[in-house]
């Protein structure tokens, strides 16, 4: 049998349960902004606890930190496309 | 002679991982749409954004971020060679997702009895911005439920698996890449339920 593994990592049960309290923290932070007076402040505060939420569960859940660089610079491509999309889509509608 | 069999757990990965980026750009559209419209019609969004419980979303956040710890630890306890309790981490996902579509029912059948789907008398009464932020929010919440029912199909196979000795410490790509799966759709809930329930 041919077998290609990669090398593993087993990420332990308590590298695991303190991500998750970390995202509980930021779930409580993200509702308890939301009823503070930003004004449009209010959408990206959102928005970054969410990014910041999103890393964590990318880097640790899916175990992304320990992948090989090839995995990485894939996400980041996957992710700059998103962003150029969502960004240049703006520029269309914000300054017609 | 039996054929050798072929195994690439990297490339699997791989394949894996260009699947969900498929999956991020599809979202990714959605909340795009979502962006564009609440520029061009704050105040509609406002109103409408009002409709929404903001605590059945909280709770479901809840659910749904807890059931991706059970996944993720499910994954490292068949890495230590402990079958049971991966099948029972599991069984707790699985349940979560259950609870979480048990929700989502519920929400929706409070909200279309109130008149709020596309196409509704109310909707077709208010002004355009209102009906436009209600379909998003059926499509993509909708799109994003067909995903939770998904991953926890695919998950329940995955325990039977595990129990029935298919999935083992040394051949789990299966279960790695199933739970993947599932933390995309935790991934997307991170953006949805700010988006849809808290900043308007």
Redesign the interface.
Same mark, same amino acid.
């Given at each position: 049998? &041919? &077998? =290609? %593994?990669?090398e593993?990592h !087993? !990420? &332990?049960?308590g590298k695991? *349960?303190a $991500?998750?309290l970390a995202?509980?923290a930021l %779930?409580v932070l %993200?509702?308890w902004v939301?009823f503070q007076d930003l004004g449009i402040f209010? !959408?990206w505060a959102? +928005?970054s =606890? *969410?990014s910041l939420? &999103?890393g964590l /569960? =990318?880097a640790?859940?899916?175990q992304m930190k320990y992948?090989?660089r090839?995995?990485k610079w894939?996400?980041f491509l *996957? +992710?700059a $496309?998103?962003a150029i999309? =969502?960004g240049l889509?703006?520029v269309d /509608?914000?300054y017609r | 002679m039996r054929k050798a069999q072929h195994k690439d757990d990297a490339a699997a990965k791989l394949g894996m991982w260009l699947f969900l980026f498929t999956e991020m750009l599809l979202f990714g559209g959605l909340f795009l749409l979502y962006g564009v419209y609440l520029a061009r019609y704050p105040q509609e969004f406002a109103t409408a954004g009002h409709e929404m419980h903001r605590w059945f979303g909280a709770i479901n956040t809840i659910i749904l971020i807890s059931s991706s710890l059970l996944a993720a630890m499910s994954v490292t306890a068949i890495r230590r060679n402990d079958s049971k309790t991966a099948v029972l981490l599991l069984v707790g996902t699985v349940a979560c997702a259950a609870v979480f579509l048990m929700n989502k029912y519920l929400e929706w059948s409070a909200e279309i009895s109130r008149g709020l789907y596309p196409g509704s008398p109310l909707l077709a009464q208010a002004p355009h911005g209102e009906p436009l932020f209600f379909s998003l929010y059926y499509l993509t919440v909708g799109l994003h439920g067909l995903h939770v029912l998904i991953g926890g199909s695919v998950l329940s196979v995955m325990a039977w698996r595990i129990r029935h000795g298919v999935i083992t410490a040394g051949n789990c790509i299966w279960l790695e890449n199933s739970t993947l799966f599932w933390h995309l759709v935790d991934l997307i809930w991170i953006f949805i339920f700010p988006l849809y329930y808290l900043v308007l």
């Open positions: 049998m &041919s &077998s =290609i %593994t990669p593993q !087993v !990420v &332990s049960y695991l *349960a $991500t998750w995202l509980m %779930t %993200t509702i939301s209010r !959408v959102a +928005l =606890i *969410a939420k &999103s /569960v =990318i640790i859940f899916m992948e090989n090839l995995l894939l996400l *996957a +992710l $496309t998103l999309f =969502i889509t703006f /509608v914000l | -």
